[in-house]
Nanobody, 112 residues
Framework: QAQLVESGGGLVQAGGSLRLSCAAS????????MAWYRQAPGKQRELVAA???????NYADSVKARFTISKDNAKNAVYLQMNSLKPEDTAVYYC??????WGKGTLVTVSS
């Protein structure tokens, strides 16, 4: 059923690190820009990071230099390495493909 499946969310202390994973189908992964979005309670869903099929990346200013998006073409997977986490990073993180397909999300909670 689900074409994008996220994993890796959880509870982490401020300053810690977490790596999110998104598994995609081969076809979707190959033709699409992959991205991570997040949505905190009471806030709009926002783009966190994106990576094109060619490997070009973009980041939200709020996570630049702390988060890194990457992909493994052999595994049809995209990752979000999150370092120096802050409480304001707490949100449900969603994998997105081609601005069309969405995963169900994985919750990241950063405690003080």
């Amino acid at each position: 059923q689900a074409q994008l499946v996220e994993s890796g969310g959880g509870l982490v202390q401020a300053g810690g690190s977490l790596r999110l994973s998104c598994a995609a189908s081969r076809t979707i992964f190959s033709i699409s820009t992959m991205a991570w979005y997040r949505q905190a309670p009471g806030k709009q869903r926002e783009l966190v990071a994106a990576i094109t099929s060619g490997g070009s990346t973009n980041y939200a200013d709020s996570v630049k230099a702390r988060f890194t998006i990457s992909k493994d073409n052999a595994k049809n997977a995209v990752y979000l390495q999150m370092n120096s986490l802050k409480p304001e990073d707490t949100a449900v993180y969603y994998c997105n493909a081609g601005n069309y397909y969405w995963g169900k999300g994985t919750l990241v909670t950063v405690s003080s």
